[in-house]
């Protein structure tokens, strides 16, 4: 099961089985955005507290497959604490892991964060969520997150 | 045992012989689209290499050999269903175009605003949404007919339901539970209310003999692709006064007596809503499965798939006891193959992923049934079905494979 466990790495199992930053804020001050995958029904819902330029808290509520679960899970430790424009870069540097495939199979994503992949970006654990590129159905599952986050982002136009 | 020869019946699937991940290809998604036999594809190729041309336009031998051909497909496809006339039986792109024709030609003739279409809780989108686009250009009203903790139509209030409604349109087997649907008996209280009926027949005419005439409905919408036949075709049956009434779908070739500068005048049925050159080939491929089909009779499909069903309720329920929860009913007087179920903790997609590593295809998703899986609480399912090139061995591995997906997401 070679192919499989490139998938399913231990540490995207660990994040599925207990997820972390799981709650909600109160809305407002905090900022919910909603995310939907239409194909498979996986939902992300992000909880957003954003003041001077950073992203102070995050918390994340939703269901899903492992892969979208876990995903959400890894991306709210990434960006918990960062600037906005740090977590820009994050998002980045984690949509050019999966974007081959991504833009291969759904026409070019470009968002408002699409722009030069940055080289200072360590992704650390995130890389392990690099096996769902050989599996290409799945690309939109590790996604889903940081599209909502994106459009969170932008909603919050920077945060203020 | 049934009377089928599973294992002669293989032998007639080339795709059966392929392997994903070095293992045999277990195929468990004949709910969602079927395989395709050599005879229909002989067939297909015999059109192809020997005889094609357009049809109803040449009168050279090929062209009258292609009509034929074409025309006694129609008649297969006809006989197949009971129907009293080939004319009944109109060529459409697949199921869900079948609706949309009755949806945009009866439909909007007969219905004005605030008429009511029933409609039921489980079904399909292909039978959901060409009725909202109607309702919401016509102002219709939607009723639904709710489902019971069972898993079945909740008819309790049926009669006030249908009270004044028009149309009552409802699938004959779920795609998603698997339940057989009642047909001669809700088409009874349809029209007892003074409304038509339509079924959705795409998951019963492939498993379960099937008569128009007995069933008593109005329209009746199946596809080819979930019977052996290639994707690209299926078919609204109705009957021959509605579709002599009714107004043509698309305009074009093929559905006129005549035209002029002026104005058309419009073909008789069932070519007057076959506008323009149809699926020629495939529909020469139906005929050619609903040959295969009736060699094999339908009685003997369902057997074989009812104890398919059954072996496979009793194999999950002795493994996964109560982390496993099956959707759909458990007598198999009372459904189809279709088994749809959820771990209590590994998502369907988890479920469906690690059993392709063991080459068994499910499916995994909503199966174009939103509002039942609203109804049920649940995002998402994993189902296997099974067809007639199924046996007990692919359970087996089936339930193999869910094991490994137990032990990989350690639940
Ligand atoms: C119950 C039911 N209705 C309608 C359809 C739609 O069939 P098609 O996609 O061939 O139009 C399906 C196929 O998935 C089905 O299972």
């Given at each position: 099961?070679?192919?499989?466990?490139?998938?399913?790495?231990?540490?995207?199992?660990?994040?599925?089985?207990?997820?972390?930053?799981?709650?909600?804020?109160?809305?407002?001050?905090?900022?919910?955005?909603?995310?939907?995958?239409?194909?498979?029904?996986?939902?992300?819902?992000?909880?957003?507290?954003?003041?001077?330029?950073?992203?102070?808290?995050?918390?994340?509520?939703?269901?899903?497959?492992?892969?979208?679960?876990?995903?959400?899970?890894?991306?709210?430790?990434?960006?918990?604490?960062?600037?906005?424009?740090?977590?820009?870069?994050?998002?980045?540097?984690?949509?050019?892991?999966?974007?081959?495939?991504?833009?291969?199979?759904?026409?070019?994503?470009?968002?408002?964060?699409?722009?030069?992949?940055?080289?200072?970006?360590?992704?650390?654990?995130?890389?392990?969520?690099?096996?769902?590129?050989?599996?290409?159905?799945?690309?939109?599952?590790?996604?889903?997150?940081?599209?909502?986050?994106?459009?969170?982002?932008?909603?919050?136009?920077?945060?203020? | 045992?049934?009377?089928?020869?599973?294992?002669?019946?293989?032998?007639?699937?080339?795709?059966?012989?392929?392997?994903?991940?070095?293992?045999?290809?277990?195929?468990?998604?004949?709910?969602?689209?079927?395989?395709?036999?050599?005879?229909?594809?002989?067939?297909?190729?015999?059109?192809?290499?020997?005889?094609?041309?357009?049809?109803?336009?040449?009168?050279?031998?090929?062209?009258?050999?292609?009509?034929?051909?074409?025309e006694g497909a129609r008649l297969a496809i006809s006989r197949f269903i009971g129907a009293s006339s080939p004319s009944e039986v109109v060529f459409?792109?697949?199921?869900?175009?079948?609706?949309?024709?009755?949806?945009?030609?009866?439909?909007?003739?007969?219905?004005?605003?605030?008429?009511?279409?029933?409609?039921?809780?489980?079904?399909?989108?292909?039978?959901?949404?060409?009725?909202?686009?109607?309702?919401?250009?016509?102002?219709?009203?939607?009723?639904?007919?709710?489902?019971?903790?069972?898993?079945?139509?909740?008819?309790?209030?049926?009669?006030?339901?249908?009270?004044?409604?028009?149309?009552?349109?409802?699938?004959?087997?779920?795609?998603?539970?698997?339940?057989?649907?009642?047909?001669?008996?809700?088409?009874?209280?349809?029209?007892?209310?003074?409304?038509?009926?339509?079924?959705?027949?795409?998951?019963?005419v492939?498993?379960?003999?099937t008569n128009v005439v007995?069933?008593?409905?109005?329209?009746m919408?199946f596809?080819?692709?979930?019977?052996?036949?290639?994707?690209?075709?299926?078919a609204l049956w109705a009957r021959a006064?509605?579709?002599?009434?009714?107004?043509?779908?698309?305009?074009?070739?093929?559905?006129?007596?005549?035209?002029?500068?002026?104005?058309?005048?419009?073909?008789?049925i069932p070519?007057?809503?076959?506008?323009?050159?149809?699926?020629?080939?495939?529909v020469?491929?139906w005929g050619?499965?609903v040959?295969?089909?009736?060699?094999?009779?339908?009685?003997?499909?369902?057997?074989?798939?009812?104890?398919?069903?059954?072996?496979?309720?009793?194999?999950?329920?002795?493994?996964?006891?109560?982390?496993?929860?099956?959707?759909?009913?458990?007598?198999?007087?009372?459904?189809?193959?279709?088994?749809?179920?959820?771990?209590?903790?590994?998502?369907?997609?988890?479920?469906?992923?690690?059993?392709?590593?063991?080459?068994?295809?499910?499916?995994?998703?909503?199966?174009?049934?939103?509002?039942?899986?609203?109804?049920?609480?649940?995002?998402?399912?994993?189902?296997?079905?099974?067809?007639?090139?199924?046996?007990?061995?692919?359970?087996?591995?089936?339930?193999?494979?869910?094991?490994?997906?137990?032990?990989?997401?350690?639940?």
């Amino acid at each position: 099961m070679s192919g499989l466990e490139d998938l399913y790495r231990e540490i995207i199992l660990d994040h599925y089985r207990a997820p972390r930053n799981r709650g909600t804020l109160s809305v407002p001050p905090a900022h919910q955005v909603e995310g939907f995958n239409p194909l498979c029904g996986d939902e992300v819902v992000l909880y957003l507290d954003i003041s001077d330029g950073a992203i102070t808290d995050i918390t994340t509520a939703g269901q899903g497959c492992s892969i979208s679960q876990a995903s959400t899970s890894m991306m709210s430790n990434a960006v918990k604490g960062k600037s906005v424009e740090e977590s820009r870069k994050i998002i980045r540097a984690f949509k050019a892991l999966m974007s081959v495939h991504e833009s291969h199979l759904q026409g070019a994503e470009n968002g408002p964060t699409e722009g030069p992949v940055p080289d200072d970006v360590r992704l650390g654990d995130l890389e392990a969520l690099q096996g769902v590129v050989k599996f290409p159905v799945r690309i939109k599952c590790a996604t889903l997150a940081w599209n909502t986050l994106i459009q969170g982002l932008d909603e919050t136009s920077g945060g203020s | 045992m049934s009377s089928l020869s599973v294992a002669k019946i293989q032998e007639d699937f080339p795709i059966l012989k392929r392997e994903v991940n070095g293992k045999r290809l277990v195929y468990l998604d004949s709910a969602s689209s079927s395989q395709t036999p050599t005879s229909v594809l002989d067939a297909m190729n015999n059109c192809y290499q020997n005889t094609y041309a357009n049809v109803h336009r040449g009168v050279y031998t090929i062209a009258e050999e292609t009509t034929s051909a074409f025309e006694g497909a129609r008649l297969a496809i006809s006989r197949f269903i009971g129907a009293s006339s080939p004319s009944e039986v109109v060529f459409t792109r697949n199921a869900t175009e079948a609706v949309n024709l009755v949806a945009q030609t009866w439909g909007r003739t007969n219905l004005k605003p605030g008429d009511a279409i029933v409609l039921t809780q489980m079904e399909h989108h292909a039978n959901i949404v060409p009725w909202q686009m109607l309702a919401a250009e016509l102002d219709l009203e939607l009723r639904w007919i709710p489902i019971t903790p069972d898993y079945q139509l909740d008819l309790t209030n049926l009669e006030s339901l249908l009270s004044g409604a028009k149309l009552l349109a409802f699938s004959s087997m779920s795609n998603v539970l698997g339940t057989i649907n009642d047909v001669p008996a809700l088409v009874a209280a349809a029209h007892n209310a003074g409304a038509l009926a339509l079924v959705d027949a795409c998951q019963s005419v492939p498993n379960l003999p099937t008569n128009v005439v007995t069933d008593n409905s109005d329209f009746m919408v199946f596809s080819a692709h979930k019977m052996l036949g290639p994707s690209g075709v299926g078919a609204l049956w109705a009957r021959a006064e509605l579709l002599e009434a009714m107004p043509p779908f698309l305009g074009g070739g093929e559905m006129i007596r005549d035209v002029t500068l002026e104005g058309f005048t419009t073909n008789e049925i069932p070519w007057k809503f076959e506008a323009g050159t149809p699926a020629i080939v495939e529909v020469i491929g139906w005929g050619a499965a609903v040959d295969y089909l009736e060699k094999i009779g339908l009685a003997a499909v369902r057997e074989h798939e009812a104890e398919l069903t059954a072996y496979a309720l009793d194999a999950l329920a002795d493994r996964f006891g109560k982390k496993l929860t099956i959707y759909g009913p458990l007598d198999i007087a009372h459904r189809g193959s279709a088994i749809s179920f959820l771990f209590e903790d590994i998502h369907a997609h988890d479920i469906s992923q690690v059993v392709d590593e063991e080459a068994v295809c499910v499916r995994a998703g909503h199966h174009c049934a939103k509002p039942l899986m609203r109804v049920l609480g649940v995002p998402a399912t994993t189902r296997a079905s099974f067809y007639i090139y199924n046996d007990t061995r692919d359970i087996d591995i089936l339930v193999d494979a869910l094991v490994r997906a137990e032990k990989f997401f350690g639940v």
